[in-house]
Structure formats: structure tokens, C-alpha cells
């Protein structure tokens, strides 16, 4: 059997649809003879008869109108196929798999997608919350199109690009006799009851090398693993931290009282993907983001006064 093309295909559905080769020809633009040469080399790649003679021209056969029913439906998916491409390159359609720590996914995080559901309302979001050392996996595996996570991270494997760097902020009870100081110095923490992170958490491991090289001795007795866990913690009177600036959303809290901390430890956000693997819609996101970088610097320095 001879291999038949699209051409002849789009003829045969033209000459069915249209009742006659001499319609089907103004409607695809070709001479009628060129259409019936289609048809005739059609019916040989099929290899059964297509159309008989009537006084009406050529009648499609029972097998050609079988074929037909095939024949439509290919072309209704070929047009579903124009408009979805249609809608994924406009935007139109998509969808977007963020992860991101603690801190970001519950502050920072929802206002970006805020701004790009205004301007791009179609695309669909997912919201991933994940530890540090997972945000880096999830998007190395593609789980997740975006991370979001505290720089440096460990995958040479991904694109990686900072954001903001900001110093860490020292975080009290309100009320607490620290709130009256306009900085805390690691010195104003001597034997006060520090809520830390856990061990081997990267955060933790940089806040007890400063505190041990100052000489400053803390009463560790409560750990979170998130920064708003910890500032929970903090709220529910059980002693103070350091914890991330890139939380806007925690300095609402009227249980809480933030300042600046010395020496400074600053906390650096990045963004990371597998960048020549972005679906339309993600890097439609991943440009948003770099897009809005300033804006961002610039309202999370007013939260921070």
C-alpha cells in the first residue's frame, strides 16, 4: 500500500464536506483536475474504492464515508492542537509549580503571584512549601518549574539567580525589655532563652558560629524547623531569635517586636530553575520575578523599619 499525505486528505475531506471536487477545489484554492488527481491517488494508497459515479457527480462510497468519520475527526484535533498552541503562546493557558521555604511561601511568595495573576489571569499557579534542602531537588527533578530558597544552595545542576540580600532581624516578645533598644547586639542575648533552629540546618549552623565567636552564651531550650514556627514560639513568650527579613507578613503580628541585629548576617534570596526547560508560562514567571526584584527591595525595606 502506498503511503498517503496530508494533502490528499485535506482534499478528500473538502470533497465530502462540500458535496463535489468542483466546490472542494474553490475551497482549497486548486484547479478541480487537481483535485480529482488527489483523489485518484488517494484511492490507491488506500487501496479501496472512494467514490462511484451518480448523476450528481461522484458519490462517496460506504468505506470513504467510514474513513470520513476518521478523516473529521484528525482535523478537529489538528484544530484543538492550533488553538491550545494559540493559548500557551499568548498565555492564555498554563500553569506554574513554585517551591519555596517557609518564609517566602506564606509571605513574600504570595504577593508575587498576586501581580502575575493580574497579569496573567489564565495561567494556573501551585504553591509548594518545602524545607531548603528539598527546593533544589523538587526543581531538579522537575517537580517544580521555580524554587525559592536562601543562597548558596548545593546543585551546580540549576540556574541560579539572587534576588535580595538582606540582614537578618532580631525577633523579641512585645513587651520584652529588648523592644526598647533601637538594634540588638549578639551581647544583649547573653543568657537569654533563644528559640533556634535544628541541627544541621545551614541557618542555625551560621547563628552559633557567630554567637560562639563573640563569646555569648545562650539558653538553648526550644527549636522550630520554619521562621514562622519560630516566631510563634517567640510570640508565645518562650524566648527570643534571628530570624529571615524576607517575612513581611510575621511583622503584623502585635505580639511580636523586630530590630535590626549586629554584627549583621545577611540572608541572601535567590531563585533557582532548571532554565532551558521552562514551559512558556514558567518563564513568563521567572521573568515576572526578576522584573519586580526592586520593587520588592524596596517594600521589604519599609517593612523592615
Known sequence: MNRFNVRQIEAFRAV??????????????????AVS???VDFQEAVGFKLFRRSRGGAEPTDDARRLFQLVD???VGLEEMNQEVHAIRSLASGSVTVAAMGPYDNGLIPEVVAGFRQRYPDIAIR???????????WVASR????GIVSLPIANGALSVQELVKMPALCVVPAGHALAAKETIRAEDLSDESFVSFPRGAPFRFETDM???KKGVERRMLTEATTHEAVCNLVAAGLGVSIVSPFSPHLRRNPR???????????????MVSG???LSVAAQAFHDFILEQTESYKASLAMAAR
Open 73 to 75: 475527526k484528525f482535523f
Open 143 to 146: 517537580r517544580a518549574d521555580i
Open 256 to 270: 511580636l517586636e523586630f530590630r535590626p541585629f549586629l554584627p549583621a548576617m545577611p540572608i541572601t534570596l535567590g
Open 275 to 277: 532554565e532551558d526547560s
Open 37 to 39: 488527481r488527489l483523489m
Open 16 to 33: 465530502i464536506t462540500l458535496g463535489g471536487m468542483t466546490k472542494a477545489a474553490e475551497s482549497l484554492g486548486i484547479s478541480q483536475p
Open 127 to 137: 504553591l509548594e512549601s518545602q524545607p531548603q534542602d528539598r527546593v533544589g531537588e
Open 210 to 212: 557567630l554567637f560562639e
